[in-house]
RNA sequence: GCUCUGGUAGUGUAGUCCGGCCAAUCAUAUUGCCCUCUCGAGGCAAUGACCGGGGUUCAAAUCCCCGCCGGAGCACCA
């Protein structure tokens, strides 16, 4: 099997699909898949050179490692000797018909007068595209097919064209004459021995262009599987690269990686791990009819994943602040509920604490607070009660996180609805980047920064 | 316009090829209850679907016909 990608920019989730997909049969049937960068445009869709090793570092992490990596820009010989054989067998010719031109007569079923011409003049011509003595839409090679195909799409494609923009790979900058995807594609897959494709129906018609080389050159067609367009819910922003691409240009994203796009880069500084996007990806299937990712279903994996071995903290958002009297001068909430002997944690009590304005008592009402005790509001100061965890239990008093107003670390939390101020206990200094935590109540995060007198974490999920 | 292709609960999916075991599976979502010193996790329950109309048949999500509604291609993009 293959990944072709088109390396013109980083991953979003939708091109996560390929390798999920692609990368899951392979482990499944024990199977050989390797990562050909379809990079044959230099110009529409020109090459970021930093999106090969983007694209690959993507593919790690969603936990796949191809066996092979190749790029079709490297190739570019290999695609004219196939061009050659393929004129011998009278299966091409050159044509100079402008596009519109060819367009007319191609849609009315008829013939160029090049089609019919003698194979020397056509290798001769093709020769002269492969020297760049052509510029671009002089000349290009067509694949002889059937002009009276019911399908207009398949009748007699373009193979090669002329690109007058250099290729961005220092390697490949000298080719001026290029082979069109469903040639190189083609060519590529009999090459390396691809047994099965699985790729977007925007290429459904492709297996069918493609037909007719192989049967020139007597190969057989590997399986094709296509599957269908895919959209995600939560993200305002397409996916689209392009998009992505004016957005980060404009600065209205910071990024990539902003929380806001719909790109992997941006799922990793979640702290979402690749597998759990993997999980959502594969139970989409591969329909052909388009498709909505609940992105709550990449939640759900990734909760499932790293709930178990994530610490708890507090982390109190808009702080109000709310005198204490009495009590203890620590609270011990433990480390993580389900494993006492991860410990607990010690976070100081001292003056007054910070309440989530929400979890603030009424004059008169009670509170727990969590992993230290029972308050109850006395004219806007909480006085410790002394009661015992029953009156909890029984239901009338509510259980709330809360830090201390000295004591405690200032974070920054990055959400996709824009930063949200807040202050955490103590103990989180303690933590690193790509550390995980769960702020009780309030969600998942990974620590992004640590650095300066600000601690950013990126919000993961609920 | 021409050519493909598809339509099962909010979302995704199983079942469709080879009609009956489908008063339709599983996951996610939502809601309620239990449990819990988190609104997380866990447990239980509820909600909710075969695009429509004909036909064939003892029997149709499944086969046939006609509609309706999507998506894709018809590029010297991938």
């Not at 250099?166 to 082979?179: G, S």
């Not at 049967?215 to 397409?238: A, K, L, Q, S």
């Not at 759990?276 to 594969?282: D, G, P």
């Not at 909890?392 to 200032?410: L, Q």
Request: aromatic letters at 8%; glycine letters at 8%.
């Amino acid at each position: 099997m293959r990944l072709a990608p088109n390396p013109n920019g980083p991953w979003h989730l939708g091109n996560a699909r390929m390798p999920a997909v692609i990368g899951s049969y392979k482990e499944m049937y024990d199977g050989w898949m390797c990562c050909r960068f379809d990079d044959t445009d230099p110009e529409t869709k020109r090459p970021d050179l930093d999106a090969y090793d983007g694209i690959l570092d993507a593919i790690d992490y969603l936990g796949f490692e191809p066996d092979e990596v190749v790029r079709a820009s490297d190739r570019v010989e290999t695609y004219y000797e196939h061009a050659r054989n393929l004129i011998d067998e009278g299966g091409a010719y050159a044509c100079s018909c402008p596009q519109g031109e060819f367009s007319d007569l191609k849609n009315g079923g008829e013939s160029c007068p090049h089609r019919d011409q003698d194979p020397e003049t056509i290798h001769e011509e093709f020769d002269r595209m492969v020297a760049g003595e052509y510029d671009s839409g002089e000349m290009v090679l067509r694949v002889r097919t059937d002009i009276e195909h019911k399908n207009p799409a398949l009748r007699d494609w373009v193979a090669f064209r002329m690109v007058d923009t250099p290729h961005p790979r220092e390697a490949a900058a000298e080719y001026r004459c290029w082979p069109m995807l469903d040639f190189q594609s083609a060519v590529d897959d009999h090459l390396f021995e691809v047994t099965h494709i699985i790729r977007g129906i925007d290429l459904q018609d492709s297996a069918k262009r493609q037909g007719f080389l192989y049967d020139y050159f007597g190969w057989e067609y590997p399986e094709v599987t296509h599957w269908g367009r895919i959209e995600v819910d939560e993200y305002d922003v397409p996916l689209s690269t392009s998009s992505i691409k004016e957005l980060v240009a404009e600065g209205e994203l910071d990024g990539w990686d902003d929380p806001r796009a719909p790109t992997l880069a941006s799922l990793e500084r979640r702290g979402i791990r690749g597998d759990a996007v993997v999980e959502a990806m594969t139970e989409l299937g591969v329909s052909t009819s388009s498709a909505d990712l609940a992105m709550s279903s990449v939640y759900s994996a990734n909760r499932e994943r790293v709930d178990d071995g994530t610490d708890r903290a507090f982390l109190v958002r808009d702080g109000e602040r709310v005198p204490v009297e009495g009590g203890p001068d620590e609270g011990h909430p433990p480390v993580h509920p389900e494993h006492e002997d991860r410990g607990t944690r010690d976070v100081p009590l001292g003056e007054a604490v910070l309440l989530e304005p929400a979890d603030v008592p009424a004059d008169g009402e009670r509170v727990w607070l969590k992993g230290w005790g029972p308050v109850r509001n006395e004219d806007g100061t909480l006085v410790y009660t002394d009661e015992s965890i029953d009156v909890v239990r029984e239901g009338d008093v509510d259980v709330v996180h809360w830090v201390d107003a000295g004591e405690n670390v200032p974070v920054r939390m990055r959400t996709m609805d824009g930063d949200i101020a807040g202050h955490a206990e103590r103990g989180v200094a303690g933590y690193d980047v790509d550390d995980l935590l769960q702020f009780e109540r309030v969600g998942f995060v990974r620590v992004d920064s640590t650095e300066g007198d600000e601690f950013v974490v990126y919000f993961t999920h609920r």
